[in-house]
């Protein structure tokens, strides 16, 4: 799978995402109906011969192009205000990462743990090694343990960042002198990608997002290493 691919079109890895995945496709079949009713209404009212002159007026009509567009609109709005509400709920975390964005490059700090904390700068291209995605790598991965509701905290040290998981449905700006908090759960190990989605400067692409997902068993060898 090319490196496009691979950030662009990410499996699921969290339930949040799960949802957003059926609320597309729940709103993509809404507008393809619709598309296919106007289509349909407008081929016949080209080729058909039907006309009057006469007419001024028809409450029916009226009447059913003002209520059909409401109750499609309640449609679409209830599934989304509650995975709105989904996305806002903060559970009670099993851990907390605190993220800051710098230019350019990610800090993190794990709050529940002494001394865990470090710099994530991308890997420059001369030095990847083979199975390694180009402006994707990173030096320090973030490590966190699947099954486990997880809180992040996210802030900038100089001018606005975007922290965004895609996998994970995340996106969370980072803000100068702010705290913006986001609270996610991966359901299935593996490695996720993300970028910086603000325009925050020249090296705007160069501030990657790695996290990768393990069990609880192997996150506590890896803290545990890292406390050393």
Sequence with gaps: MTTWANMNLQDSASPIMEQLIYFH??????????LMVVSYMMIMLIFNKYINRFLLEGQLIELAWTIAPAMILVFIAMPSLRLLYLMD????PTITLKTIGHQW??????????????????IPQNELEMNMFRLLDVD???????????????T???VLHSWTVPSLGIKTDATPGRLNQISFLI??????????SEICGANHSFMPIMI???????????????NE
């Design 156 to 158: 900038a040290a100089d």
């Design 25 to 34: 496709d729940h709103a993509l079949m809404i507008i393809v109906l619709i």
């Design 212 to 226: 990768e997902s393990v069990s609880t068993n192997s996150f506590i060898d890896w803290i545990t290493k890292m």
């Design 140 to 154: 320090n991965r973030v490590v966190l343990p699947m099954n486990s509701f997880i809180r992040i905290i996210v």
């Design 105 to 122: 490059y990610w800090s993190y700090e794990y709050s529940d743990f002494m001394k865990v904390e470090f710099d994530s700068y991308m």
């Design 187 to 196: 359901n299935r190990p593996g490695i996720m990608y993300g970028q910086c």
């Design 89 to 92: 709920e903060i559970n009670m």
